[in-house]
């Protein structure tokens, strides 16, 4: 097939570290003849309205350098577009390009892109106080929405897992259980928590295997329920989630749905949403699956078999 790509990136972000990615991206996709153009994004807004720019103009493939977020709007814009989404990660997580098995080496992450091995995966359509919106990955509310918030003005020099376990115990030391209505493909319960996570993808805050039996694959998200925990137990789930070992703690929750709504028993309770490390208001939030949604270029030895390193089973 002609293809006709764009590079977006962010000049600034990780001290230019994109520029180079995206320079590098330039001359290989040259020497390959494939009809590209890029653009130097300065928002996510910016972004947004390049990608649907362009799939207006002709283009077929957008070609991403970043993180989760940078690929979270992305991605976001690729499906109302309706074009396919190439990954170079270049963020301090890169949880959802690890899913997809895109090397972190931009070298080799672009030389995937070259390949062109397309596969459409299942996302999740989110519902929040204030914003509509597909999550690509995990989508949490409560402690891990706070947790992204104190992200975007503490400890911006340091990056991956190291930054979210600090910032996570500080968010502990204040994080109060919320009293929560949660309806999972209808069915009703009342719990404590201090977390709740939804999505297709496993991980969050840089390898936090939170969803350790989801893929991409799937027509049901897991989810998993953090509830009626101290903040020692509470302490000792996070410590676990690495490697998946939460799973089957008495104050943990795993379950499937097709739809899920999230919405706090007192009006002035506030859970904080995000998505790959997104603010995007807060509950009461509703998720459902949409199958089939994103195009997205993969390595050619990809599986959702192989999807993580834990399995919970």
């Known amino acids: 097939m002609d293809r006709k790509c764009l590079i977006i990136y962010n000049p600034n972000a990780r001290a230019g570290k994109t520029?180079?990615?995206?320079?590098?991206?330039?001359?290989?996709?040259?020497?390959?003849?494939?009809?590209?153009?890029?653009?130097?994004t300065q928002s996510s807004e910016h972004a947004i309205s390049t990608i649907i720019d362009a799939g207006n103009d002709g283009f077929t493939d957008?070609?991403?350098?970043?993180?989760?977020?940078?690929?979270?709007?992305?991605?976001?814009?690729?499906?109302?577009?309706?074009?396919?989404?190439?990954?170079?990660?270049?963020?301090?997580?890169?949880?959802?390009?690890?899913?997809?098995?895109?090397?972190?080496?931009?070298?080799?992450a672009i030389q995937t892109f070259i390949a062109n091995n397309r596969i459409s995966i299942n996302v999740t359509k989110v519902t929040t106080s204030q914003d509509e919106y597909y999550s690509i990955?995990?989508?949490?509310?409560?402690?891990?929405?706070?947790?992204?918030?104190?992200?975007?003005?503490?400890?911006?020099?340091?990056?991956g897992r190291l930054k979210y376990n600090i910032l996570a115990m500080g968010v502990l030391l204040k994080?109060?259980?919320?009293?929560?209505?949660?309806?999972?493909?209808g069915r009703e319960m009342e719990l404590n928590i201090r977390l709740i996570a939804a999505g297709l993808g496993q991980t969050f805050g840089s390898?936090?295997?939170i969803l350790p039996d989801a893929r991409f694959d799937m027509d049901r998200m897991q989810i998993g329920i953090l509830h009626d925990a101290t903040r020692l137990q509470t302490l000792n789930a996070l410590l676990k989630a690495p490697k998946?070992?939460?799973?089957?703690?008495?104050?943990?929750?795993?379950?499937?749905?097709?739809?899920?709504?999230?919405?706090?028993?007192?009006?002035?309770?506030?859970?904080?949403?995000?998505?790959?490390?997104?603010?995007?208001?807060?509950?009461?939030?509703?998720?459902?699956?949409?199958?089939?949604a994103l195009q997205v270029i993969v390595p050619e030895n990809y599986s959702t078999d192989l999807q993580t390193k834990y399995r919970s089973r």
């Open 137 to 159: 990955n995990v989508t949490d509310a409560g402690m891990g929405g706070k947790v992204a918030k104190e992200s975007l003005s503490r400890l911006k020099w340091l990056h």
């Open 62 to 108: 957008i070609l991403a350098i970043g993180g989760d977020g940078t690929i979270h709007h992305a991605a976001n814009a690729a499906i109302n577009a309706g074009l396919t989404l190439g990954i170079v990660p270049a963020g301090s997580g890169n949880d959802f390009a690890n899913s997809l098995h895109i090397d972190e080496n931009p070298e080799k």
């Open 175 to 185: 994080f109060k259980e919320v009293p929560t209505v949660i309806k999972i493909d």
């Open 19 to 40: 520029h180079g990615h995206a320079r590098l991206a330039m001359r290989m996709l040259e020497n390959e003849g494939i009809d590209h153009d890029y653009v130097e």
């Open 244 to 292: 998946a070992k939460h799973v089957g703690l008495k104050y943990i929750i795993m379950e499937w749905a097709k739809t899920l709504e999230v919405s706090p028993v007192n009006e002035n309770d506030e859970l904080i949403v995000e998505s790959e490390g997104e603010l995007h208001g807060t509950v009461p939030l509703k998720m459902e699956i949409v199958p089939q």
């Open 207 to 209: 390898g936090m295997n």
